[in-house]
C-alpha cells in the first residue's frame, strides 16, 4: 500500500511528547514490512534535516489557502520525508502549538487546518506529487483531524475508488483542537458538516470531532483506552460520537524503537548491560547519582521520574509520598516540566531532602536514558494515560514501573503480585491509598533480592517493538481501503 503519515511532529525534528516518538518508529516499521509509505508535517523554523533532496513541488495559492511549496527528503530510513514550507504559518518562535510564553499561537486552524488539506490531496488524483498518490492518509490527532473531512468532501466529485482511504489515531483526546465556528469559513468547512453530525462541538468547532466523524476506520493508542474512551468518564465529551463508532475504533498498543531504548547499546549511557549482566546496571545507578548530586549509596532505593509534571501525570501523589519514599534511606530523581506549581513543590522537595531528592526542570535526553537504567523503581502513577512510552522503556532496561491501572499502563505492565510473570506494580486505586499501597509491595520485592531480579529479568524479556503493532496498523489500513472502495 501507499501509505501517507502525516503528523505535526516527529522525533528527532521537533518532539513535545510521544506523537513524535510513535512519528519516528512506526512509518519505518511499516516500510520495513514492505509498504511504500512517506510522512507528511510542517516545516517549521530551525529544523535541521539531514538527507537528499528528491523533489521540491510548488503548491499555487488557492481560494482561502496560501502558497507553499513541498520538500522531498530522503533521510535514511526508508520513508520519505514532505515538509510542507509556508513560512506565514510554520517559521515563527515557540513550539509547534504554542509561542515561547506559552499562548496558543493565535492561527492554529488555519496552520492545521492547511497541513490537513495537503494530506488530504495528497491522497487524491490531484496530489501535488505527480508519481505518488496515497492510498490510505493516516492523520494523527486534532491537527490532522480534517484530512478525513477534505478526503470524503472529494469523493463528492471524484470517481469512486479514487481517493485515499482515511485513518485518524487519537493520541490523548483531552486535545481536541477546538475553535471558534466561524472559523470553519476560512477552513472550507461544507455547511451541511458544520452541525452535530460535523464538526460543531458545543457551539464550537472540533477538528479532531471533524476527524472521528469522518474517518473511515479510527484508532486510538492502547486496548484499554479505546475502551475507556467510549465512557462519559474519559470521553471528554465526545464518548457518544465514538460509541456510536465503536465499529470502526481499534485500540492498538504503541511500541517502542528498541535500536533507542535497549540498554544494551544504548550510546547515552556510561555502562550497557542486559538481563544477563544486570548486575552492570549498578554501574548507572551510581552514575545517576553522582549527576543528579544525591549521595553515592548502592543500597539506597532510588526512585525515578521522567514526565511532564502535570496533575494527570500524578506528580501530585509522589510529593504526597515523599516520606515513605525517603523512608530507608530511599532517593528521587526527577526530570520534566509543567505546572509552575509543582516546580515550585519540587524545589522545596529538594530543600528539605538534600541529597536524597533532585530535580531537573526541563528536557534532556541523556539525563532521560540516564534514570531509566539508574533507577531502581520507575514511578508513572497518572490518572490517565492513553498509552505512555516510559513504562515500556522501564521494563526494556529492568527497572520495574509503579503505575495507575488505566490506558496504556494497564496493558503494558503485568503486576507482580497479580502473576508469576510479574513486570511491575499496578495501583488498585487512583489515589494516595493506591499509591502507598503499591509503593509498600514494590519496597517489599526490593528488599528480597533474587525476587526483584526476577521482576526485572521478566520485563526486559517483553517485547515491545514495533511489528506486531505495526501488523495490526496494516490490518486497520485494509479495512478502511476496502470501506472506501481503494483497491489495495
Known amino acids: 500500500m501507499k501509505i501517507l503519515f502525516a503528523t505535526p511532529e516527529c522525533a528527532p525534528h521537533v518532539k513535545t511528547g510521544g506523537l513524535g516518538d510513535v512519528s519516528a518508529a512506526l512509518p519505518p516499521t511499516l516500510a520495513r514490512l514492505g509498504h511504500d509509505v512517506r510522512l507528511l508535517m510542517p516545516a517549521y523554523s530551525g529544523m535541521k534535516v539531514a538527507g537528499d533532496v528528491l523533489a521540491s513541488v510548488d503548491i499555487p495559492a488557492e481560494g482561502q489557502w496560501p502558497a507553499a511549496q513541498l520538500l522531498e527528503i530522503d533521510p535514511g530510513n526508508g520513508v520519505p520525508l514532505l515538509l510542507l514550507a509556508c513560512p506565514s504559518l510554520y517559521s515563527r518562535a515557540g513550539s509547534p502549538y504554542v509561542t515561547p510564553t506559552g499562548a496558543d499561537h493565535h492561527d492554529n486552524a488555519i496552520r492545521f487546518g492547511f497541513l490537513s488539506h495537503v494530506a488530504a490531496r495528497l491522497g487524491t488524483a490531484r ?6 498518490r496515497a492510498d490510505v492518509v493516516h492523520a494523527n490527532d486534532w491537527p490532522l483531524g480534517l484530512a478525513p473531512l477534505y478526503l470524503a468532501q472529494a469523493r463528492l466529485s471524484e470517481p469512486a475508488g479514487s481517493v485515499a482511504a482515511s485513518v485518524v489515531t487519537i493520541h490523548n483526546l483531552a486535545f481536541q483542537g477546538v475553535f471558534p465556528i466561524g472559523v470553519a469559513d476560512a477552513l472550507g468547512v461544507p455547511w451541511q458538516w458544520r452541525g452535530m453530525d460535523g464538526v460543531e462541538f458545543w457551539g464550537q468547532l472540533s477538528m479532531l470531532k471533524g476527524g472521528l466523524q469522518f474517518a473511515d476506520a479510527i484508532t486510538a493508542v492502547s486496548p484499554t483506552y479505546a475502551r475507556e474512551i467510549q465512557t462519559p468518564a474519559a470521553g471528554v465529551g465526545l464518548d457518544g460520537v ?29 555502562h550497557t548491560y542486559s538481563a544477563s549482566s544486570l548486575e552492570k546496571k ?13 549521595k553515592r549509596r548502592a543500597d539506597a532505593m532510588l526512585f525515578g521520574v521522567v514526565s511532564r509534571l502535570t496533575s494527570q501525570k500524578g506528580i501530585d501523589l509522589v510529593l504526597e509520598a515523599l516520606p515513605a519514599l525517603m523512608a530507608d534511606g530511599g532517593q528521587l530523581a526527577v526530570l520534566g516540566q509543567g505546572e509552575p506549581a509543582l516546580h515550585d513543590a519540587l524545589a522545596a522537595a529538594v530543600a528539605r531532602y538534600p541529597g536524597s531528592v533532585a530535580v531537573k526542570i526541563g528536557f534532556d535526553e541523556a539525563l532521560a536514558h540516564l534514570i531509566e537504567a539508574g533507577a531502581d523503581c520507575f514511578l508513572m502513577p497518572s490518572r490517565f494515560e492513553p498509552c505512555g512510552l516510559n513504562q515500556m522503556y522501564s521494563q526494556a532496561y529492568g527497572t520495574p514501573p509503579l503505575v495507575n491501572a488505566t490506558g496504556g499502563l494497564v496493558d503494558s505492565v503485568t503486576d507482580s503480585g497479580a502473576s508469576s510473570t510479574g513486570t511491575g506494580f499496578v495501583m488498585r486505586s487512583a489515589d494516595s491509598e493506591g499509591f502507598g499501597e503499591a509503593l509498600r509491595r514494590a519496597r517489599a520485592a526490593f528488599a528480597e533480592r533474587r525476587r526483584w531480579r526476577g521482576i526485572q529479568v521478566q520485563g526486559m524479556a517483553r517485547d515491545f517493538g514495533w511489528e506486531r503493532s505495526a501488523a495490526q496498523y496494516i490490518e486497520v489500513y485494509r479495512q478502511a481501503a476496502q470501506l472506501a472502495g481503494v483497491a489495495v
Open 242 to 270: 465514538l460509541r456510536a463508532r465503536a465499529g470502526r475504533l481499534t485500540g492498538i498498543l504503541n511500541g517502542i524503537d528498541t535500536a533507542v531504548w535497549n540498554p544494551a547499546t544504548d550510546r547515552l549511557l556510561p
Open 127 to 132: 496530489s501535488p506529487l505527480p508519481q505518488w
Open 282 to 294: 549498578a554501574l548507572d545507578k551510581a552514575a545517576l547519582q553522582a549527576r543528579c548530586g544525591l
